[in-house]
């Protein structure tokens, strides 16, 4: 499927608005998230999982983004959900894609987000101990931690 | 004489294989950094393995955050430490694509000669370490790790009379290059890749020729096609599992296509598939290093003017994910702008993050030994594992 395909069924499926561009940016309600990652792989062909990670708007609440690639044709796709202010739980992408088990984790440990489904949620690049989610804006890089100072 | 009708038999009172839980490292000399794996064993065989990363955890997306993009670029470089240059090239992509600033072409190239110099280096200290894991089954093991270190040395050589540092260098800043190239540094450069391109076939023929060395990484640790998308690992693990992308080539950047190279690809995806990429890969970086020397355009080498203050450059609302092919495959790096000196929000891309997310799904079954081929065949730096 080429880039101009793509855009067209990702708009008359989930019903939002896709720019044109490199990458694509698709926007979609969390209810749908597993169901856009789906559609990227299995219908555009976006099999190679690039990156998942999240972003603190403050007041605005954290949002999810995933990139996806098409290796064969060139499309890439950058998928966003926004979560909303005060939510920290997104459905997860594991069951779609297995690279997202340690990309989630990660942001599990960074944001404290909460992937449902996930097999296997703990943290990952700090101690199990660790208190706090440093990559949330709230939380100030000089944030005393125990034995650390 | 022995009685046969006396002799007892000793039975253990043992049903199935036993499981014994055993830690290799986080201090473990095939880690080539603070790696800790939690590997069950039945005998000789794993059956499972938990991976636990973090050790050399600093939180450089938090770190960017607090830096402008004048002073991040020197911290970019310890992320993957054994190749500085790729992880700062990423970073400066990024801005730039936000900022849509124009690069010279003599930045341009100077910025490909030293990335794939990199390259050279960082496969050197792969062949090296990774053959020493495999010890004895090379004649000694230490031999060829001496002969890698020695020519490692030479790149290292010309990395300081450039930029004055052997390991983390600074070399790259928004708009184009810090330096520029010193006089005699190219005909000096090309005597260094000459050299070290006789070299690569005297380990190729050490090590080709090593029956030990065959049966140590044929048909060990193979990755499928569909397995190698969809966990995303990158560069010679991906071309080794029959995925033709490289993103010099797919996606060009920097001027990658005005110079002539071809992209190698196995199909095996096992650990020598591995290395038969990357034997090439070292010969198509010399190819390309050759071809930007002799094609070097004159001019200046950044477009933006000289630094005086660490807040000078200010990069429009936005973002931008900028990528690049570092040795271990797809370095990126995410940068949400909101139009002041410093980014809102930066993610890396590790490629040996997503290339160590792989070794749990493809370790077990295997023996013990064999991990530490596994591993090395993967060429993790734990600095941008853990970032």
Redesign the interface.
Known sequence: MNAEQARASLASTFGVDVAAGV?MVVTVAPARWEELGRFAKDTVGC?????L?A??WKEQGLEV?A?VDN?DD?VAL?LKTKLGPGVTTCPSLTPV???A??MERECFD?FGIHFDNHPDLR?????DTWEGH??LKS?A?DTPHPPYR | MLDQNKTTRVEMDWSGPERLQMNMGPQHPSAHGVFRAIVTLEGETVVAVDAVIGYLHRCHEKLSETLTYAQYPSIASKTDYVAAMTSEFAYVLAAEEIAKFEVPKRAQYLRVICAELQRIASHLLWLGTWCMDMGGALGGGATIFLYCIRERELILDLFEALVGARLLYGFFQVGGTRYDIPDGWAQTCRETIDLIESRIDEYEQMLEDNAFFLARTQGVGTVSRDLAQDVGIAGPLLRGSGVNFDLRKNVPYSSYEDFDFTVPVETAGDCYARYKVRMVEFRQAIAIIRQALDTLPAGPISSRPALKSVAQIRIPKGEAYARVEGPRGEVGSYIISDGSAKPYRMKWRGASFSNLSILPLIIPGHKVADVVAIMGSVDPVFGEVDR
Request: glycine residues 4%.
């Open positions: 990458p099999r190679f999982f690039n990156f990670t972003v603190d983004v990139r290796l060139n950058m894609y297995q690279g088990n340690w960074m943290r990952i690049l700090l101690e440093p990559l939380y890089v």
